[in-house]
């Protein structure tokens, strides 16, 4: 099971850290991943990260204002979003894979019939 928290309005330039408690083990062969959707948009990928390797994958249009972290201790992974933009707008997910070893490619996978197992979302808005 997976929760997210944290969404919330915010102005454009702000910040927000959106966090997802995992109910199982996330340490190991596993790979954790956001996802975003907007209103009549299909769901897309924000930020991806396989631990184990060490390898992340980033959708271009949040490099150098999104990063991802993972508590293994806490069994959470964390979405810092800075310079937030109005079309950064969406419900954000999380979603993970286990195992992750199989999925072919040195990045993890960016696509969400990839992820077996998914939040129930957290809404951000930027206005």
């Known amino acids: 099971q997976l929760v997210e928290s944290g969404g919330g309005s915010v102005q454009a330039g702000g910040s927000l850290r959106l966090s997802c408690a995992a109910s199982g083990d996330i340490s190991g062969d596993n790979c954790m991943a956001w996802f975003r959707q907007a209103p009549g948009k299909e769901r897309e990928a924000v930020l991806a990260?396989?631990?184990?390797?060490?390898?992340?994958y980033w959708h271009d249009s949040v490099k150098g204002r999104f990063t991802i972290s993972q508590d293994n201790r806490e069994n959470k992974v964390y979405l810092q979003m800075n310079s937030l933009q109005p079309e950064d707008t969406a419900m954000y997910y999380c979603?993970?894979?286990?195992?992750?070893?199989?999925?072919?490619?040195?990045?993890?996978?960016?696509?969400?019939?990839?992820?077996?197992?998914w939040g129930q979302g957290t809404q951000v808005t930027v206005s």
């Open positions: 990260f396989y631990s184990a390797r060490g390898a992340r």
């Open positions: 979603a993970s894979r286990r195992p992750c070893s199989d999925y072919p490619g040195p990045k993890p996978p960016s696509q969400q019939n990839d992820y077996y197992y």
